[in-house]
């Protein structure tokens, strides 16, 4: 259920991304308009974990979690109907308001049950897991939107949210044996996000985990533009090419889950930041050479995707472990960080896109410099893992 809960973010994004191009011509809007619909996803999802996060640390993970799924189901139903691109744009939002509740406190009933390092353990698999929507949804999405049109992937996923929603019901337990009475005063509040935000390491961490999904996001939000339109790709072999990018980071996820005991942290992040930038920069050269063909686009993306792999699982588990009490609010402020970096990330891809591959590559090649840096500059590493051992 936590690794469902988790896939629902890449579920909403790249379920439809083979629709976006089809979107566009239907409400006769331009790239950057139809993009709207992937950032306001982002702006929504990034605002709500500051409020899901002390609220379940308030009131536990299972009822938040509940009324999240709700949110979530109802918007998908409303973005099937939408007869304006700001109707869709509108529900898109709700949609991740309700999206996010899964994320968040889905990395915070990981930090319950399974600790620091079990927990970078666990996240590895779940996020395995979880990744099965980013390799197949487009793949499905590309059949969806041959068969049904666009409308057709928001049916899908007001399917997989309701059939979520019946299963946390019906089998979910409470995680949190540390209801805090406190959560949500907003004195208290102010002060857990100003212990949060004066942690080096913990920022590190999120540094990490965000400018990764900056790399990520910018490839979701241009990946259909680039593929179908620039380089030619019919829209049914889309899916086919985004997964095989996917793989990387699904790889990657399972090796972190089998290794993170003995590895430690750090270590993983060490070989993570390192691919990030090998991809990035492989990217970036070759459109900067005018080398436009689909290998020079999803062959470096692999490669980032390899090192998203070590990245994620481990850097969530680095910020979040050392803060058990607290675990809801500092999984909602590395969700707020990671979502308006890759929402910025995301939105200038789409300001920027010209024909080329060129804004899509520069985007994710700064994304994996920044995460080496985030790591070298505020992690420091040499230093024996804090949350080892």
């Avoid at 899908?156 to 019901?169: H, K, M, Q, R, Y």
């Avoid at 070989?271 to 990030?276: H, N, Q, S």
Wanted: net charge positive.
């Amino acid at each position: 259920m936590v690794a469902v809960a988790f896939a629902l973010l890449p579920l909403s994004t790249d379920l439809y991304l083979a629709s976006l191009p089809a979107l566009r011509r239907y409400f006769g809007i331009g790239v950057s308009q139809a993009q709207l619909t992937l950032s306001a996803f982002i702006v929504g999802f990034a605002l709500s974990q500051l409020v899901y996060g002390p609220l379940s640390d308030r009131f536990g993970r299972r009822p938040v979690l509940i009324a999240g799924l709700g949110i979530y189901l109802a918007a998908s139903l409303a973005a099937i109907f939408a007869p304006s691109i700001a109707w869709l744009i509108g529900a898109r939002f709700l949609q991740a308001v309700g999206a996010c509740s899964g994320a968040v406190i889905g990395r915070a009933i990981v930090r319950d049950v399974f600790g620091v390092t079990g927990a970078a353990r666990m996240l590895g698999y779940i996020t395995a897991i979880s990744s099965m929507g980013p390799l197949f949804g487009p793949m499905a999405g590309s059949l969806i939107e041959v068969l049904f049109g666009w409308r057709g992937a928001f049916a899908a996923l007001a399917t997989v949210g309701g059939a979520l929603l019946v299963a946390v019901v019906w089998r979910l337990g409470e995680s949190n044996p540390n209801l805090d009475a406190a959560a949500t005063d907003v004195r208290g509040l102010a002060g857990n996000y100003r212990r949060l935000l004066r942690d080096r390491r913990y920022l590190g961490y999120v540094g990490v985990v965000a400018f990764t999904y900056a790399g990520i996001f910018s490839f979701v939000s241009g990946s259909a533009f680039v593929l179908i339109e620039v380089l030619g790709v019919p829209p049914k072999y889309f899916g086919v090419l985004y997964a095989a990018a996917v793989l990387g980071y699904i790889s990657m996820n399972l090796v972190v889950g089998r290794i993170a005991m003995r590895a430690g942290i750090d270590r993983l992040l060490k070989v993570g930041t390192a691919l990030c930038v090998v991809g990035g920069a492989a990217m970036a050269v070759l459109a900067l050479w005018r080398v436009q063909n689909v290998t020079a686009f999803v062959l470096p993306m692999f490669v980032f995707f390899l090192g998203a792999g070590f990245n994620m699982p481990a850097a969530m588990a680095g910020a979040i472990g050392p803060y058990p009490k607290m675990a809801g609010t500092a999984s909602a402020l590395l969700g707020f960080l990671q979502m308006v970096i890759g929402g910025l990330a995301g939105f200038a891809v789409g300001r920027l896109h010209d024909g080329t591959t060129l804004p899509t590559s520069l985007s994710i090649a700064s994304a994996g410099l920044l995460t080496a840096a985030s790591f070298y500059a505020l992690v420091a590493p040499g230093r024996a893992d804090r949350h080892d051992g």
